[in-house]
Nanobody, 128 residues
Framework: QVQLVESGGGLVQAGGSLRLSCAASGGAGHTYTMAWFRQAAGKEREFVAAINLSGSVTSYRDSVKGRCTISRDNAKNTVYLQMNSLKTEDTAVYYC?????????????????????WGHGTQVTVSS
């Protein structure tokens, strides 16, 4: 069974940076595509960023483009989300997700139903 454990969340001032990490275990062959989603209080969960197996294809929601970078280290079974120039509207619980599909186009990489494996989330709070 795939286990995903997020870390790196916290409280940061607007304009600051955070790097989230997601360590995957028990899931060789089930973490082909990795992604980050977020859910703000009272809102639906939304796609943030995704990366394919080799790291050659990434996808971002428009509101984080240029501010966030997703990367992965397959040797460590870890995916990262570097977030810079954080805004108060980035405040949310951030979830790591894994797919056993080889999603290779940005259009499908953000589709939540393609990710059967989820972490428990890490809180990111951006203060003004």
């Amino acid at each position: 069974q795939v286990q995903l454990v997020e870390s790196g969340g916290g409280l940061v001032q607007a304009g600051g940076s955070l790097r989230l990490s997601c360590a995957a275990s028990g899931g060789a062959g089930h973490t082909y595509t990795m992604a980050w989603f977020r859910q703000a209080a009272g809102k639906e969960r939304e796609f943030v960023a995704a990366i394919n197996l080799s790291g050659s294809v990434t996808s971002y929601r428009d509101s984080v483009k240029g501010r966030c970078t997703i990367s992965r280290d397959n040797a460590k079974n870890t995916v990262y989300l570097q977030m810079n120039s954080l805004k108060t509207e980035d405040t949310a619980v951030y979830y790591c997700a894994a797919s056993d599909r080889l999603l290779t186009t940005p259009q499908v990489m953000g589709v939540m139903r393609f990710y059967p494996y989820w972490g428990h989330g890490t809180q990111v709070t951006v203060s003004s």
